[in-house]
């Protein structure tokens, strides 16, 4: 029988986490488990990676084939290393938090308010503004041939 390491899918359509479990090659993705080895839920920031690695170099030892996803998980949480003798991998970093958008947007719009109190200028506001000119212009030379 071949044994095979793999991702076993739960969640919502969106929201998909998943367990590493040990199961027979011929079973449906979501089917019958031999073993949870393991979790993996890649939405979360960061990503939350969990391995038995005991469990996981047993099973190595003892043949079971890891598929391509869980390869690299293995190789991240250095039970792949472990189980080839190669060096361990650097540790995982975590990514720095990002700065918050919402308040990066309200501090450049209070500098910006600040700068400039004016209204904005409309293409019909420029028009009307010009026909008043036009109107004053236009009244005060007559103003001036009566006098």
């Known amino acids: 029988m071949a044994v095979k390491i793999k991702l076993k ?3 919502k359509i969106r929201s998909p986490h998943y367990r590493i479990v040990v199961a027979d090659s011929r079973t449906r993705r ?4 031999i073993e ?19 469990r996981a170099q047993y099973w190595l030892s003892v043949g079971a084939q890891p ?23 650097a540790p995982l970093l ?11 947007f309200e501090a450049l719009t209070k500098d910006t308010a600040e700068e400039s109190k ?8 420029k028009k009307a503004d010009k026909k008043a000119d036009d109107a004053a212009d236009a009244a005060a030379p007559a103003e001036s041939t009566e006098a």
């Open 118 to 125: 004016g209204e904005a200028i409309t293409q019909k506001a």
């Open 30 to 33: 979501d089917g019958r488990a």
């Open 67 to 89: 598929t391509e996803p869980v390869l690299a998980i293995l190789k991240l949480t250095g039970d792949w290393q472990a189980h080839k003798g190669l060096p361990a991998p």
């Open 94 to 104: 975590q990514p720095e938090p990002k700065a918050d958008k919402r308040a990066l």
């Open 9 to 11: 899918r739960l969640g």
């Open 36 to 54: 949870e080895i393991g979790l993996y839920h890649p939405v979360q920031n960061p990503s939350r990676i969990e391995v038995n690695a005991e």
